[in-house]
């Protein structure tokens, strides 16, 4: 049976599945659907269309399918957002926002006060972690391990597997703002397994290769190549990433 708080506010329209629980203060909007076993905390907000799968758990004060409000001429605003879905047994964390036309991948969770924002995509068992952004149309593959205080730019493509330490910060506008209206902005792309580590700045249009190995406090301000080590301001290649370290040695 469900376990719906008489304080919960929940839209004639909203479907719920099978044992879900809504706590108190919370506001399920119309045409919310609400997996078999979902579950929303105090005081959260679910706009309207939000999809939620199976298993998932939205802790207190979270927004879903919040809608951007943007300044006049942003780059953001070229498409119209769609619903929002989450996949079976996603974990959004306190205070977390995460909008419209956003993917949330399966067993993916989005931290304490984390931001998803609209069209960006999240892969399956991923982690965003606190205070951390993924801005819009950004791209995070599966099994990605972003932790705290991590700026995923806007059209940023993280591929699977990748980890990013703590405070790594991607830019991808060398105009800072002087390029003409509508031109496509310039991200990082970070390929498979590549590791970033803490206080990283990737400048724009960087590719950092599969496999490779980007030191704390590094500035990225060419490609670096696969399986390359590279440290520094401006980063240096130092090494090679041995056969050792690779990802097929240390998945779990």
């Known amino acids: 049976m469900p376990e719906i708080s008489p304080a919960a506010h929940i839209h004639p329209s ?4 099978a044992e879900v629980s809504v706590a108190a203060g919370a506001l399920i909007g119309p045409g919310v659907v609400l997996g078999d076993g979902a579950s929303v905390g105090a005081g959260s907000v679910v706009h309207a269309g939000v999809v939620l799968g199976a ?15 943007l300044r006049h001429g942003s780059s953001a605003a070229a498409v119209e957002p769609a619903a929002l879905q989450l996949g079976a047994e996603v974990t959004v964390c306190c205070g977390a926002v995460v909008y419209a036309g956003a993917v949330v991948g399966a067993g993916s969770i989005i931290g304490d006060q984390a931001q998803v924002r609209e069209g960006s995509r999240v892969g399956e068992r991923s982690v965003v972690g606190r205070g951390s952004c993924v801005d ?11 932790q705290t205080g991590v700026y995923v730019t806007s059209w940023a493509v993280v591929e699977d597997d990748v980890f ?5 910060l991607m830019t991808n506008d060398d105009t800072m703002g002087r390029h003409p209206r509508g031109e496509r902005l310039d991200a990082p792309v970070v390929r498979r397994a590549a590791r970033v580590g803490g ?5 724009p249009g960087v590719e950092v290769g599969e496999e490779a190995f980007v030191g704390a406090g590094a500035v990225v301000s060419r490609d670096v190549a696969a399986r ?3 440290l520094g ?20």
């Open 199 to 203: 206080g990283v700045v990737l400048v």
């Open 14 to 17: 909203a479907s719920l599945g």
């Open 228 to 230: 390359e080590v590279v």
């Open 55 to 69: 298993g998932c758990l939205v802790e207190e004060l979270v927004v879903l399918g919040k809608r951007p409000r």
């Open 233 to 252: 301001v401006p980063a240096r290649v130092r090494r090679r990433v041995d056969d050792a370290e690779l990802i097929e040695h240390w998945r779990r």
């Open 136 to 146: 819009f149309n950004a791209v995070v593959g599966d099994r990605v391990s972003i």
């Open 164 to 168: 990013l330490g703590p405070g790594v």
